[in-house]
C-alpha cells in the first residue's frame, strides 16, 4: 500500500509541474498531510466491500486514497474538469488499481441518471462545497440509509447549522461528526449524514443551480 501511495506523490509531483492539479507551492510535505487527511475515515469507519462515489475528486482526495488501501470497495471518482479527470485516469491505470472509474461529470447530472442514482453506499467529497450544497450533490446517489462523509475544517459546526433546512427538506440526519487534528491544522472534522427518505425526484436542480441558490 505505501509503495503505492509513494507512487502515487511521485506522478502527481511531476505532473504538478506541468498543470496546476493541486497548488503549485504544495511540497511532498504537503500533499503528505492531504493523504493523512484522506486516510483518516478509515480510523472511525470500515468501508470494506462498499460501493463508494467521490464527488470533485480533483487530483485523487480522499478517494484515491481509500482506494489504494481499501481494494474490497467499489470507487466511483466524478470529476468535472478535464486535466484533473485525465490525471486521475492516469494514476489509476500505472497504479493498477482494478476497483476505480472515473467519471468526467458533474454530479448534478449523475444524480438524474438512473444509472447512478440511488446506487452507492457511500458518497465522499473534500474541499468541494459548503455542507448544504454537498446534500444536493451527494444524497440523490444514495440508497437509502446511505451516507455522505464530508471533510471539513473548523467552520463545520457553522456549516451544520447553514444546512438545517436542507437537512429537512432531505430528511437526513447529521449521524456523527468524526473531529481529529492534522499536523498544520488543529481543528479537522468528517462529518456524517445519514440519508434516511428517497429523495425528491426534483432533486438535484440543473447543474450550477445547487450552488448557486443554496437551499
Ligand atoms: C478544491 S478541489 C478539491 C479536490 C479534492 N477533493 C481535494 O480535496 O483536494 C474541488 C474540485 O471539485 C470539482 N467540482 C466542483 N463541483 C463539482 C461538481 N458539481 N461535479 C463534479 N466535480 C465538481 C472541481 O472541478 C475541483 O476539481
Redesign the pocket.
Known amino acids: 500500500m505505501e509503495i503505492n501511495v509513494n507512487r502515487y506523490l511521485e506522478l502527481l509531483i511531476k505532473e504538478n509541474e506541468k498543470q496546476n492539479l493541486?497548488s503549485r507551492k504544495a511540497g511532498r510535505e504537503e500533499l503528505i498531510g492531504?493523504v493523512e487527511d484522506s486516510l483518516k475515515l478509515l480510523d472511525f469507519y470500515k468501508i470494506k466491500d462498499k460501493k463508494v462515489i467521490d464527488?470533485?475528486?480533483?487530483?485523487g482526495?480522499?478517494a484515491l486514497l481509500l482506494a489504494i488501501y481499501c481494494p474490497d470497495a467499489m470507487f466511483t471518482l466524478?470529476?468535472?474538469?478535464l486535466k484533473?479527470s485525465n490525471f486521475l485516469i492516469q494514476a489509476v491505470g500505472e497504479l493498477g488499481l482494478k476497483n476505480v472509474r472515473v467519471l468526467r461529470?458533474?454530479?448534478?447530472i449523475l444524480g438524474q441518471n438512473p444509472l447512478y442514482r440511488a446506487h452507492y453506499d457511500i458518497c465522499t467529497?473534500?474541499?468541494?462545497?459548503a455542507l448544504n450544497v454537498l446534500l444536493e450533490?451527494g444524497l440523490p446517489l444514495l440508497e437509502l440509509e446511505g451516507r455522505l462523509f464530508l471533510?471539513k475544517g473548523k467552520n463545520y459546526a457553522a456549516e451544520i447549522a447553514q444546512a438545517e433546512q436542507a437537512l429537512t427538506v432531505f430528511k437526513a440526519r447529521v449521524e456523527d461528526v468524526c473531529l481529529y487534528s492534522l499536523l498544520e491544522e488543529k481543528d479537522r472534522a468528517i462529518v456524517v449524514v445519514k440519508k434516511e427518505a428517497p429523495t425528491p425526484q426534483k432533486y438535484p436542480r440543473r447543474?450550477g443551480i445547487p450552488?448557486k441558490r443554496p437551499i
Do not use: L, M, Q
Request: a negative charge; glycine letters at 8%; proline letters at 4%.
Open positions: 493541486v492531504h464527488i470533485g475528486s480533483g487530483a482526495f480522499p466524478v470529476e468535472s474538469d484533473k461529470e458533474r454530479a448534478e467529497s473534500r474541499a468541494v462545497a450533490y471533510w447543474v450552488a
